[in-house]
Each structure stands twice: as structure tokens, then as C-alpha cells.
Nanobody, 118 residues
Framework: QVQLVESGGGLVQDGGSLRLSCAAS????????MGWFRQASGKEREFVAA???????SHADSVKGRFTISRDNAKNTVYLQMNSLKPEDTAAYYC????????????WGQGTQVTVSS
């Protein structure tokens, strides 16, 4: 059974940093495109960042220069380093695997809440 488990969320002040982790189990995703998405209260889920098996990355314009996605294939884990956090980054953050484009993914985690206070 495939599982994606996010961790690292929490409450942080404006300008602070957090590092999210997503541990995958049940199969290896070393050849898979992994992604991070977020959903703020009352809004649609939106793409944050993705990393391909080659290591190439893409980030949403709203987080470019502040967030960085990375992966450790040996640990079957993907990370999201979030710096210079803003109150508008407050959302539930979801990890996903086997992603195509910026919307379609086959596997999803349960999410971890990130709250940025002003």
C-alpha cells in the first residue's frame, strides 16, 4: 500500500522558515515526478513546486526565490524548504507523487498545516 506522509508543518512568524518532509512508502518513487501543493481555507488547491526524477525543478511564481523543493531518493523522501514565509502562505500543504503537469498526480498525502502569523 502506497503512503505519503508529510511532516514539518506548524506555526511560524512572518519572515520565518519551515522545512516540510514527505516520506513515501509502499514503493519507490525515484523515477517519479513528486510535487507539493497547498490549499488555503476557502480556496482551491494550487501547485507549489515539483521535482522530476532527473532533479530538475519548477516552482510557482508566488514562491519562487523563497521555497525550494528537493529529494533524497535513497530515503524515498521529498522536501520543501520554505524561507521568508508570509501570512498568505498559510495553508494545508500536500505532497504528491506520479505527477503530470501541475495538477494531476496519482498519489496524495494527508497534508500538513502551515500557519504564518503576522
Amino acid at each position: 500500500q502506497v503512503q505519503l506522509v508529510e511532516s514539518g508543518g506548524g506555526l511560524v512568524q512572518d519572515g520565518g522558515s519551515l522545512r516540510l518532509s514527505c516520506a513515501a512508502s509502499g514503493r519507490t518513487f525515484s523515477r517519479s515526478t513528486m510535487g507539493w501543493f497547498r490549499q488555503a481555507s476557502g480556496k482551491e488547491r494550487e501547485f507549489v513546486a515539483a521535482i522530476r526524477w532527473s532533479g530538475s525543478t519548477s516552482h510557482a511564481d508566488s514562491v519562487k526565490g523563497r521555497f525550494t523543493i528537493s529529494r533524497d531518493n535513497a530515503k524515498n523522501t521529498v522536501y520543501l524548504q520554505m524561507n521568508s514565509l508570509k501570512p498568505e502562505d498559510t495553508a494545508a500543504y500536500y505532497c504528491a507523487a506520479e505527477c503530470r503537469g501541475t495538477r494531476e498526480c496519482d498519489y496524495w498525502g494527508q497534508g500538513t498545516q502551515v500557519t504564518v502569523s503576522s
